[in-house]
């Protein structure tokens, strides 16, 4: 059975499904060891991201690789394979915890410089910068998405639908609230490069004197650019109207960002909702707050934690007067409202994709002070796409509540290689120093684009490429033809970037035979409209969108269909011919650590895993011509639906199944189907015997994994928990380890 060597890179990462990890991954190992197959952990998580960048303030032993890079290097070649899981898009709370958690188990990275003061804090703030927000997904998206249920979820959620769905009152006065002008909507422009140049960007103040904000920016033919502007003190107007109306509707106030995606821009947008709606105490003690270095953009738990240092009788004033806040202002949606954690807390703890998609499962409503659902003000600033969350509630208000066992799918074609519409998340985000103009130049001066900016404005600047482009619209036609569902591009030639876009779609779909398809292009408003039509009827769409899109709808449509994000399968065909298999998001993955910690039990589940790896051994049967792959391939996916079937996904409380009861019987399953198969005689015979054990041990496996629930659970760490101690907790039954480890 000798074959061509091939390799999987499995992500480590963050949070629970680093925990999953430590229990899953043996399993993987040992059932493919056998098929010329090897399984390689690389560390991409954010504590492993901040020692990758800091070698030199690490002993020789604390040294480890920059795996990040060196997979955006793999990812450019035909042998890339990489099952990349959920990580922290680190906001500057969470980066700041991580390093204080690093340095107390004695890595002496610095601390993080949020105002550098001389070139040594400027270098160590510059490397940082590339350890904040979205920084794994653009080195790795070296091709555009394809995220969709895989069948034997889909056909399982509809057998049993998941009871997370609550009804709809019939009045409800939820809402979304958006800007009306100098959003980023307003103000973009954009064009289409005819060739390839170098750009500045270039800012000239009020008095003539010129700053370059951007040295070079590479750009080639055919590439979209486009810039925009948020207009802060518009923004500032729209919070306060917006806490105003909340306030005379009787509903709470909620922010909906993605402070830690568009790392540059809605950290900015969070402080400025803050700052108003904490002004009175903010103003009062302005001073006292400035000393201390408070940041709203942080979000107020900073001024918790900047306080408590304080004299008690300055301490309680400060917090007597923004406790104050809440009896004139209105209630904010919560977070936790038990520990009194609000919407405004902290800019990380409420993220866009994974909260609307909430509030349109609950009802239209969010979790207040009182730890009860009530009707809410959703704030989305920009009106790019807070247009397509309020045709969602529409829907919801005028037809009542989804029904998971007869809705059909929406998938997504995702449009997001080599960096595409990386809004306000990168080098070329901006909050503007002074008021004046801010020009996109080419190498001769001539002004390509530019834009009138007020002091604290928001100006990004923005790009797309023209391979991936091409490479889009060819994904989507595909999925068309293989799947018979109508594809709709989600595309509005009222925004300058998407005007640019459809030129190029309706150009690059001529290069297709497109017969017998209907492919639509819509603004994303009329498209979830008419994704939504066919949804309650049962019938299946394909939404090609651009890159934040893809992230919106990819949680919004699977946690309506399925319960969760978690069990989208999430093909990435990268532009070179390699592959990136992508496991679904991590939004709850925070609480089932704090879960498991307390009492032992981990209840992420690991289907998104299971169905990325399915998906990665197939791709290695093609690539590599590897028959004993596409076996792998094949009894996997019957042992998932088997899994599905007998229901081994797991529960929420001790006592029950959990994540590691779930891979014993994954492991159980794909061990039947393995002695079922007559392909491999030699795998047939090895995996007879195992499943054997395993079957004979059913029992006391469930004993020993069981009985390791109910206890606090030491793993050395939140951010960098200790290996050999988060192994322990992760992999409690002797039983099932020896039959594992036995796997020759």
Known sequence: MAQQKAKIIWTEIDEAPALATYSLLPIVRAYSKGSGIDVEAWDISLAGRILAHFPDYLTEEQRIPDYLAKMGELAKTPEANIIKLPNISASIPQLMEAIKELQEQGYKVPDYPAEPKDEKEKDINARYAKVLGSAVNPVLREGNSDRRAATAVKEHAKKNPHRFMKPWPEQSKTRVANMQDKDFFSSENAMTADKDMDVKIEFTDSSGSKTVLKEKTPVLAGEVIDTAVMNTTALRKFYEEQIEEAKKDGVLLSLHLKATMMKVSDPIMFGHCVSVYYKDALEKHAATLKELGFNPNYGIGDLYERVANLPEAKRNEIIADVEACYKTRPELGMVDSSQGITNLHVPSDIIIDASMPVVVRDGGKMWGPDDDLHDCIAMIPDRCYAGMYQEVIEDCQKNGAYDPSTLGSVSNVGLMAQKAEEYGSHDKT???????????????????????????????????????????????????????????????????????????????????????????????????????????????????????????????????????????????????????????????????????????????DSLGEFCALAASLEHIATAYNNPDAKMLADTLDKAIAKFLDNNRSPSRKVGSIDNRGSHFYLALYWAQELAAQDYSKELKEQFSKVAKQLEENEEKINQELIGAQGSPQDIGGYYHPDAEKTSKAMRPSPTLNAILDAIA
């Open 430 to 604: 901006f909050e503007m120093a002074d008021s004046g103009t801010v020009r996109v130049l080419d190498p001769s001066g001539n002004t390509l684009l530019e834009q009138k900016v007020e002091k604290g404005d928001i100006f990004r600047m923005c790009q797309v490429k023209d391979i991936p482009i091409q490479d889009w619209v060819k994904l989507a036609v595909n999925r068309a033809k293989a799947s018979g569902a109508p594809a709709v591009f989600w595309l509005d030639k009222n925004r300058a970037h998407d005007a640019e876009l459809i030129k190029k779609v309706e150009k690059y779909l001529n290069d297709h035979d497109t017969n017998g398809l209907t492919i639509k292009i819509m603004a994303p408003r009329d498209a979830m409209r008419y994704s939504l039509e066919r949804f309650r009827k049962g019938e299946d769409t394909i939404s090609v969108t651009g890159n934040v899109l893809r992230d919106y709808l990819t949680d919004l449509f699977p946690i309506i269909e399925l319960g969760t994000s978690a069990k989208m399968l999430s093909i990435v065909p990268l532009l070179n011919g390699g592959g990136l298999f992508e496991t679904g998001a991590g939004g709850s993955a925070p609480k089932h650590v704090q879960q498991f910690v307390k009492e032992g039990y981990l209840r992420w």
